[in-house]
């Protein structure tokens, strides 16, 4: 195994993207839907970008990478055409302990960025372990067509029940049974065709104490 597979939490923290096309904007969109306070450092960014920096959801310096910039970041992208840059950037991550990525440059990177499928808290991450990004874009849109939001669905009522279960007088066992039945019952499926009535017949049974939809503050489609 190349690559070692970890979800990495970056919100509040600094990230640093260098460069500034339509790559660079796809890592910045990425890092600020994962929380993470991003600069971008590049001598021209793309519009989307450029209204990003005008509405301060980044940091944006207009101008070259300098040695020193990747200082502090918790993780950096190297999203240029520069092939120099990307190497001094490599020695300089490596010297400052910061993980990079270098975009189409697997053998600089202490990272590389999977294609990703998300529904809600559901993510789906795959790799080719850099040997074929387009490869992995294909695989995500299969799974896409496997995981509907009714995924995301389920998701949300299991951590509600979580919390709900958490608070009563149950044994840890007792609350993974409950959990572990709604996982292996028909839930996705009653929630991907809209049977919400069903939905609340299985968890009243499987779950008593009056739990439906409605209780758990979901809205009932159908």
């Given amino acids: 195994m190349k690559y070692y597979p970890i979800f990495l939490r970056v919100a509040g923290r600094p990230c640093l993207v260098v460069g500034g096309g339509t790559v660079a904007e796809h890592k910045v969109d990425a890092l600020l839907r994962a929380g993470a306070r991003v600069t971008v450092i590049s001598p021209e960014l793309t519009s989307k970008l450029a209204s990003r920096a005008a509405d301060g959801s980044i940091t944006y310096h207009r101008r070259r990478y300098v040695a020193g910039d990747l200082h502090g ?26 993980l990079l990525n270098v975009v189409d440059h697997p053998g600089l990177c202490d990272f590389i960025a999977p294609a990703v499928m998300q529904r809600g808290d559901l993510l789906i991450a795959t790799s080719t372990s850099g040997a074929s990004p387009a490869m992995a874009k294909r695989i995500r849109r299969n799974l896409e067509q496997t995981f509907g939001p009714e995924y995301a669905d389920a998701l949300q009522i299991l951590a509600c029940l979580r919390r709900r279960l958490a608070e009563r007088a149950l044994s840890f066992a007792e609350r993974q049974r409950i959990l572990g039945a709604l996982v292996d019952s028909s839930l996705v499926e009653y929630l991907r065709d809209g049977r919400t009535d069903e939905v609340d017949r299985l968890l009243a049974a499987t779950v008593g104490d009056g739990v439906s939809l409605a209780s758990l503050g979901m809205e009932r489609t159908a």
């Fill in 73 to 98: 970041a918790a993780l950096a992208y190297a999203a240029t055409d520069d092939a120099a840059l990307h190497r001094q950037m490599a020695d300089d991550a490596a010297a400052a302990g910061v």
